[in-house]
């Protein structure tokens, strides 16, 4: 009913940038909270970054700084900006909506910081 589709992940070197973008139906695109998470091979989901209709926004401690969430003026898309990518941000990367009270995640795309 409701979808969200991710794009944008891949390899990348260490120091380098990616954006990820997210895909939404018209219902997830007026959410009132629309961000990302991620998990790491071992480890539980964590939050990245989220934006509310408002657009204040709030971020993951390790990611301040490096990583920027945004909506474009249709409020179709949502982005995530990704520089001086370490390491350890290696993980899948999920959209993630919510509206009156249910939450819905994308697929998820694979962010590979190496070499």
């Known amino acids: 009913q409701v979808q969200l589709v991710e794009s944008g992940g891949g390899l990348v070197q260490p120091g380098g940038s990616l954006r990820l973008s997210c895909e939404a139906s018209?219902?997830?695109?007026?959410?009132?909270?629309m961000g990302w998470y991620r998990q790491a091979p071992g480890k539980q989901r964590e939050m990245v970054a989220t934006?509310?209709?408002?657009?204040?926004?709030t971020y993951g401690e390790s990611v301040k700084g490096r990583f920027t969430i945004s909506r474009d003026n249709t409020k179709k898309m949502v982005y995530l900006q990704m520089n001086s990518l370490k390491p350890e941000d290696t993980a899948i990367y999920y959209c993630?909506?919510?509206?009156?009270?249910?939450?819905?995640w994308g697929q998820g795309t694979q962010v590979t910081v190496s070499s």
């Open positions: 993630m909506g919510a509206v009156n009270g249910i939450f819905y």
């Open positions: 018209k219902t997830i695109a007026s959410a009132y909270v």
């Open positions: 934006e509310i209709e408002t657009g204040v926004q």
